[in-house]
């Protein structure tokens, strides 16, 4: 055989659509599978998903969603370095027991009724601490107070209409110590004062009652939500400054990860800050055995995305259960988690990357239909829509991140795109979709007689599916007529 003649003896690579889990002996009750999973060496998560870091799947609304609900959501980086820092913030601040000073709307004694209602009404407060100009508390005004005042139409002032005889706490205040004093005293909201009686926080009813909510919530050491951030290849005083802002992962954000000044550049990263860093996407082994001795995980996925055009224009890509299964392969032998990203269309694709060796997964169309999701519903045919674009289209390059594609940006706007622009169904909440999800994974959990994630990895076996077999595992030789909550042809 010749050199070329000898390429064509050509190893298979499989996807989604080519395995299925074969079914073992269980006593597993799908609803008692346990999903905690590592996404990086460092973060544990109680729900294995994490939402993509595209600008039109993941920004702060949908990223505190998917922290409530357990996973991880990745903020995407078509942003400067000032918003996304914020938006790091916002998610950070979302559950967050005490309202910090800054965040707090206050009212002055001075002010009227009407004033003070138009800006209760504006800020979507019902009640605010007075406060005088030293800072000092000295009431507390809410709809109730004010509501008779308001009815009479005069000019009292805030002075007149409030609270005076307040239930403040010093900042150790806990949780359950909150709800107590509220409950004993009646009361929403509870001032939290420095030894000077100045206003440092507040904490709210709402609040408290919100964290109990999320039991499963991902949150850090300190009880904040958890989340996620993508930086480019090179951007290392963004990674610097994210991390100020108490990023819980970075995730350096490249469509070809093995380019081996992207390497460098991430080890330089992942030097630099106390976050994890998560690098990708590959997938291969090679590429896993040149980053697994730094990385805190790794992220699999080249061109399965639904939004991709990576192989179609660049030629190059891996089916992505053989991709995940080589990286995997490599990455276990180290500790180091790995996440499958791209191509999961159904819960039961989640299933089998598990099986190929993910520790996690990564959504970008599953979620982009949300109600959190960025952008607005359209409707088209009497269908509604959200718009879904892969970060390597037009559109989406010229927002900011062609260095995702290692691409200099042209200085005539003639891209070589490698993702198109889209519309993806109207979904409803995110924490619907995530239930689906999550209880999809279980099922095949169930199937496997997994009961922990790292169980599904070692206990599972594959068995390949002929086109054949993959036509008789979708509903078939008859018209749906309801539609599922998990299942639509169209997908
Ligand atoms: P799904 O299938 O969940 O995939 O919609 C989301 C993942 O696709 C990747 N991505 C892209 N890949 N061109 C690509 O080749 C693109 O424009 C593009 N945008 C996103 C990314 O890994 C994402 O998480």
Known sequence: DGQFSEKLRVPEALTFDDVLLRPRESRVEPDEADLTTN???????????????MDTVTESDLAIAMAREGGLGVLHRNTDTDEAVAEVQRVKRADELVIRREDVVTANPEQTIDEVD??????????????????????????????????????????????????????????????????????????IVDAEDRLVG?????GVLARREHEDAARDADGHLRVGAAVGPFEIERAEALDDAGVDVLFIDCAHAHNLNVIDSAREIKES?????????????EAAEDVVDFADGVKVGIGPGSICTTRVVSGAGMPQITAVAEVADVAVQHDVPVIADGGIRYSGDAAKAFAAGADAV????YFAGTDEAPGRVITMNGKKYKQYRGMGSVGAMQSGGGDRYLKEEPEDEEYVPEGVEAATPYKGSLASELHQMTGGIQSGMGYVGASTIPEMKSRSRLVRVSAAGQTEGHPHDVMI???????????
């Open 39 to 53: 996404v990086s060496k460092n973060v544990e998560l109680n729900v294995p998903v994490l939402s993509a870091a």
């Open 118 to 191: 138009a800006m209760m009404e504006r800020a979507g407060v019902s009640g605010a601490p007075v406060v005088n100009d030293d800072d000092e508390v000295l009431g507390i005004i809410s709809g109730t107070d004010i509501r008779p005042y308001l009815e009479v139409g005069d000019e009292d002032t805030v002075e007149e209409a409030m609270t005076d005889e307040v239930i403040t706490a010093s900042e150790d205040l806990e949780a359950r110590d909150a709800l107590e004093l509220m409950y004993e005293h009646k009361i929403e909201r509870v001032p």
């Open 202 to 206: 507040l904490v709210t009813m709402q």
């Open 273 to 285: 800050v106390d976050a994890d860093v998560v690098v990708g996407n590959i997938g291969t082994r």
């Open 362 to 365: 990564m959504l970008g169309s």
């Open 481 to 491: 007529t309801d539609e599922a909550p998990n299942y639509s042809p169209s997908e």
